[in-house]
């Protein structure tokens, strides 16, 4: 038999290969579902008669359009996307986590800490960043909701077999430098689109390394590299982390899983598409300063002279991205001033990250006049920081301490920003009015994030160092 990547290993195991069509059909081990993408599925399958295939095999969480500051949602819009779920999951017999359950949080987040999410697997969710789950070594991709409705009534979905890319990080980042300074970095190396149609596998000792929160984080900024998934091959870290977890195997069946997942590994000869080779001991906390993730420079760099871009379209892309952000070509990006600051979203919710952002403030005040939202990426994050006593750190700098959702990352629930705000965010998105219209957002660590709320402008977490 041929030398076969990880992502092909899991391809051959869930597709059924086509021969007169372009997809190939993929079944699905779990589908993940949320109300921003799934009425109009639920909808369509109404429409033709049809029942959900696997309701067993499908989990529904609230996530996109809750407050973080109450149980009671205000907004209309987001009031009926929400009881649109509920109705849905009731009459197909599917477990969704609501808003006040100690299990709801942002999908991406909290499915895989309650152990669903396992080696081996396929997992789809009408969402881009299920990307986030291929951390486990499982195939975990975003779809449209039209698929989502094709998953619904059969449990498989058309997928066109993805390339297969590599993306070797090696070295030893320096303090300060995390997981999200690496995706940033690679980003601002191969392009928002650099990934396009290709499932990245990252390897090398700093990913061997790296905790299951960081390869998480690491996935999650996959498909803002154009990646249609990310994955890590399963080792002791990933089993360490899954042991005891609610719905992880136990017993005999651990051990089965165990004997399996060791076989779930890119073979020594396998060939990839592409290859890229970063350095990790050569990097730097980077951060936007455009309205892609990949216009992206070192936090002690400049704004970039968009004459100095290669192609005309780049130079017209970094034309139009300074004008929106309001900034001039060489600004030290240490200059510009902010007055906002959110911690959260699936790239960056967990409480590793928290524990890093409480770290920084400790002892310290968010500067006047900068407004900073700490929003846990699940109920259990938030418990597990209360239990640790970050939400006093949180509180005693002066920032806000919310519950769980998706909050200032999409602008689509009561957690916006408007214009001429400027926010320093560890959310993956930063186009032109993602976080409210007009909006500014600058991607970054959490480490990034809080040291900026204290200094009241893009700071490194060095420059507070103690
Ligand atoms: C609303 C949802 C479909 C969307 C996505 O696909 O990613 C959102 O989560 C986002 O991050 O923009
Ligand atoms: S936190 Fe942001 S990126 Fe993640 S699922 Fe929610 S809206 Fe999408």
Known sequence: ??????????????????????????????????????????????????????????????????????????????????????????AAGIELFTLGDRRQGIVHVTVPERGYVQPGMTIVCGDSHTSTLGAFGALAFGVGTSDVEHVLATQTVAFDRPRSMAVEFTGVPPAGVTPKDLALALIARIGANGANGHAIEYRGPAVERMSMEGRMTLCNMSIEAGARAGLVAPDEVTAGYLRGRPHSPTGDAWDRARRHWDGLRTD??????????????????????????????????????????????????????????????????????????????????????????????????????????????????????EEEGLDRVFIAAGAQWRLSGCSMCPGMNPDRIGAPSRCVSTSNRNYEGRQGPGARTHLASPATAAASAVLGRIAAPGELSR
């Not at 993929?26 to 909808?43: C, G, M, R």
């Not at 996109?64 to 987001?78: E, Q």
């Not at 139009?320 to 600051?341: F, N």
Request: with cysteine.
């Open 268 to 385: 020594p000869l396998a060939i990839f598409d592409r290859i890229v080779m970063i350095d990790t001991s050569g990097l730097q906390p980077y951060v936007t300063w455009g309205t892609n993730p990949g216009q992206a420079v070192r936090v002690d760099d400049r704004v970039p002279d968009p004459a100095a871009f290669d192609t005309p379209a780049a130079r017209a892309a970094a034309e139009r991205a300074l004008a929106y952000m309001g900034l001039e070509p060489g600004t030290a990006m240490t200059d510009i001033a902010i007055d906002t600051v959110f911690v959260g979203s699936c790239t960056n919710g967990r409480i590793e990250d928290l524990r890093a952002v409480a770290e920084v403030l400790r002892d310290r005040r968010v500067a006047s006049g900068v407004r900073m939202l700490v929003v846990p990426g699940s109920m259990q994050v938030r418990a597990q920081a």
């Open 1 to 90: 038999m041929s030398a076969t990547t990880l992502v092909e290993k899991l391809w051959d195991s869930h597709a059924l290969r086509a021969d007169t069509v372009d997809a190939d059909l993929v079944y699905v081990d779990l589908h993940l579902i949320h109300e921003a993408s799934s009425p109009q599925a639920f909808d369509g399958l109404r429409l033709a008669g049809r029942a959900v295939r696997r309701p067993e095999l499908t989990l529904a969480v609230e996530d996109h359009n809750v407050p973080t500051d109450s149980l009671t949602i205000a907004d209309p819009i987001s009031r009926l996307q929400i009881s649109t779920l509920r109705s849905n999951c009731a």
